[in-house]
């Protein structure tokens, strides 16, 4: 479809749920925190945050739902290649960055490994693969990571796998065949569960397809939310679904852990998004829930740099567990004000600059 046919509102954005984009923002700081204590414990039923990882199915559920609400009803409008560039320009500027400063991190670290061990063409490789989406798992000292620069990109992947899927078949199936397939992906991310032991996969070399059980159901799930309008009105509120999301990330493990992992995946997960949805925001706590999902995607993607360096500072130092409280503490706070620099000093600028363009 020629720009010129194309109307200003099939390339806008639509209203936001507000306490959504607050419980996402909540949801990539817990990530944060379990990525510094994951380092610190490798037994993660002695991690306080020990399913922090799950917060990655809360987005992809709430993807689903997000990408059904904004273009379910303008996608064979606005055309294929259109939505392609909507996406593009939404997640890749940040795609790139958290590639360039991984490559940085690992020449800079002071504490972590030579980077002689690796050639400048292997190293040129592994960081065009990071820019390019291209899983490539060859370092065996980031244990086979999809993306060893930048190893949360790994979820990028496959919602970009999920968008391709949306465009071509999902955004023109009956919800009748959604169901079948929701059904079917929950089969799928149930007998992963059931296998590996946990719902924790998709990141690197030997669990890849894990990636593919855990977004087809979350993200189908998502859209079968908008596509019944599945919103539960509540007073809940942020604070009481932001309580309801962590007590699912702070669980404790027990016998049965891989069951519950599922089951959160399976029912909770999309339970909240419905509650989130038809929840009554204060409007004091508006500013608080817009600046949580502004933040949530420049955090998500800048933050694992320091991941690795302070694995190797925590492997030269064994710091004390007053110490240590202090540097998870502060460097949370740290990274969050660097990607707050990061979405006004590049993301917003770039997104404002490319979607100016595609306007013309």
Known sequence: MNMNKLSPGLLGTKQHFDILDGLRGIAAITVVVFHFMEIVYSDYSKNFVGHGFLAVDF???????????????????MGVL???KSRIIRLHPLVILGSVLGLLGFFLDPFGGPPATYSLAKIGLIFLSSVLLIPYPVMPDRWFNLFSFNAPAWSLFWEYVANIVYAFVLCRLSRGWLIVLAILSAAGLTY????????????????FWHGAARISYSFLAGLLIFRFQL?????LGFVGLTI??????????????????VLVVL????????????????????KIC????????????????AMWIFAGYYNTYKPGNAQLTLVVIVGTLILLGF??????????????????????
Do not use: Q
Not at 59 to 77: M, P, Q, T, W
Not at 198 to 207: C, E, Q, S
Not at 339 to 360: C, E, F, G, Q, T
């Open 244 to 261: 309801l999301l962590l007590a699912a990330l702070m669980m404790p493990h027990f016998k049965w852990n891989w069951l519950a992992e």
């Open 339 to 360: 990607a707050w620099l990061a979405m006004v000093l590049y993301d917003i600028p770039v997104r404002n600059y490319l979607n100016a363009r595609r306007k013309k």
């Open 290 to 305: 817009v600046f949580s999902g502004n933040i949530s995607y420049p955090l998500y993607m800048t933050h694992y740099v």
């Open 192 to 207: 992963v569960g059931y296998h590996a032991g946990n719902v924790m996969g998709g990141w690197g070399k030997d669990t």
């Open 231 to 235: 919103i539960i009105k509540n007073r």
């Open 267 to 286: 029912v909770y997960f999309p339970l909240l998004i419905a509650l989130g949805a038809g929840a009554v925001l204060s409007p004091a706590l508006k």
């Open 59 to 77: 987005f992809f559920c709430l993807s689903g739902f997000v990408i059904g609400y904004a273009y379910d009803n303008r996608i064979e409008k």
């Open 82 to 84: 259109e939505f392609f």
